[in-house]
């Protein structure tokens, strides 16, 4: 149970990292980071939906951690 509370700590910190890089790079304006930010969307909406269905899967006691692994 440890293992999966620390795979969702550091999925959360992941996003938020990432949120943060993404918010940098919205300030720029620069034209040639939309293709960056769009990337980076993706990834962070892929890191959300992780972290929810290891919480979802983690409530109902079964171990995720066997899953990707």
Do not use: W
Not at 16 to 30: A, E, P
């Amino acid at each position: 149970m440890n293992d999966q509370i620390y795979l969702i700590l550091i999925l959360i910190f992941i996003i938020i990292v990432l949120s943060r890089f993404i918010i940098r790079l919205y300030h720029t304006n620069h034209p040639k980071t939309k293709a960056v930010i769009f990337y980076f969307r993706m990834c962070l909406g892929f890191l959300i939906a992780m972290t929810i269905y290891i919480i979802i899967e983690a409530i109902r006691g079964h171990n995720v951690l066997e899953k990707f692994f």
